[in-house]
Antibody, heavy 118, light 107 residues
Framework: EVQLVESGGGLVKPGGSLRLSCVVS????????MNWVRQAPGKGLEWVSS????????YYADSVKGRFTISRDNANNSLYLQMNSLRVEDTAIYYC???????????WGQGTTVTVSS | AIQLTQSPSSLSASVGDRVTITCRAS??????LVWFQQKPGKAPKLLIY???TLQSGVPSRFSGSGSGTDFTLTISSLQPEDFATYFC?????????FGQGTKLEIK
């Protein structure tokens, strides 16, 4: 069974840092591009970042560029999102999602909640 | 960044109704358009990609069409489990952008 499990969310003060993880199973992680998508409370979806299978290409939303860093460890089937200089507006559920060929974001994790508040 | 505008923002319909949701892009995006369904407290679920390709396991009452700037998601006969929020996503270029969502409610 294909599974994506996020962790690392929590409560952090503005200006703080968090590192989110997404551990996958049930498929060969090495071959798939991955994404982070977030959803603020009661709001819509916002794409955050994407990374290709070999970490050669990384993309970011303007709202997080320079503060967030996406990475992956193919040996450990893990995707990461390092979040620095967190702002109140970064408060959201963060989902990781897999790309399968043309099927963009075909499998999602259950999400991890990040709350930025003083 | 490419903007996606969904309409309507909300919609009331009955079981058995035919429903159409529209997504308009601020510039041409070929057929690089994806549709998701999201239920409360759950992660989004992929329905359709490249505008009209049905994801495996998704019922055939869902269909997508369009190219360029105008796209539609159609549910041919609403079922109780279809009441949810629907989002479109353009993956034509980065930054990817989502539409604001369409909440489909029971009349």
């Amino acid at each position: 069974e294909v599974q994506l499990v996020e962790s690392g969310g929590g409560l952090v003060k503005p200006g703080g840092s968090l590192r989110l993880s997404c551990v996958v199973s049930g498929f060969n992680f090495n071959y798939y591009s991955m994404n982070w998508v977030r959803q603020a409370p009661g709001k819509g979806l916002e794409w955050v970042s994407s990374i290709d299978s070999s970490s050669g290409y990384k993309y970011y939303a303007d709202s997080v560029k320079g503060r967030f860093t996406i990475s992956r460890d193919n040996a450990n089937n893990s995707l990461y999102l390092q979040m620095n200089s967190l702002r109140v507006e970064d408060t959201a559920i963060y989902y990781c999602a897999r790309d399968f060929a043309l099927a963009r974001m075909d499998v999602w994790g259950q999400g991890t909640t990040v709350t930025v508040s003083s | 960044a490419i903007q996606l505008t969904q309409s309507p923002s909300s919609l009331s319909a009955s079981v058995g109704d035919r429903v159409t949701i529209t997504c308009r892009a601020s510039q041409g995006i070929r057929n690089d358009l994806v549709w998701f369904q999201q239920k409360p407290g759950k992660a989004p679920k992929l329905l359709i990609y490249v505008a009209s390709t049905l994801q495996s396991g998704v019922p055939s009452r869902f269909s997508g069409s369009g190219s360029g700037t105008d796209f539609t998601l159609t549910i041919s006969s609403l079922q109780p489990e279809d009441f949810a929020t629907y989002f479109c996503l353009q993956d034509y270029n980065y930054p990817y952008t989502f539409g604001q969502g369409t909440k489909l409610e029971i009349k």
